[in-house]
């Protein structure tokens, strides 16, 4: 994996203390430059062989714009995405958010990643109440024996027969 620095060049991650995957994501490829209320720019960090954006950054860079509209207990439960145009790798993308909808425990940004006026990618991410567990609704598995402990096929047959 490359990074791409300010200046357009390809260099290695850092490695070492704070130099790990997840902190280079967080802090170079995620990493979104406010420009207002709910307007940012990313930059781009890997260029494909195509010579088009890289789909996956532009999806995770949506999703960090509106996670950014929201307050922070607020946690993403579902992420719907399209791409509508290619990227352009020569110039940043602009990530414009859309206050959809503020409820009391969900809330929806709607969210366009923008290229030279036209969007390139359409998004909708809902945000929800962080909740203890998410599997609460679900019964409690009953106590059963375990498959060796049950009776064979025939000693099935046996005991019903009698």
Known sequence: MAIRTEDGRLRAPAEGPGGDLRSVLVTS???LE????DLFRGQHHWVPVTRRLFGGQIV????????RAVG???????????FVRAGDPTVPVLY???????GRS???RSVKAV????????????FQQAQPTPIQHQFHMPDVPLPEELL????????YLR
């Open 29 to 31: 490829v995620l990493n």
């Open 60 to 67: 995770g860079q949506a999703l960090v714009a509106a996670a």
């Open 152 to 159: 064979t096929q025939e000693e099935l047959i046996q005991k």
């Open 34 to 37: 406010p420009l207002d209320v």
């Open 106 to 108: 969900f809330s929806v």
């Open 72 to 82: 922070a207990e607020l946690q993403a439960h579902s992420l719907h995405c399209y």
């Open 96 to 102: 414009q958010v859309e206050r959809t909808r503020t």
């Open 115 to 126: 290229q030279h006026g036209q969007p390139i990618l359409i998004c909708q991410a809902s």
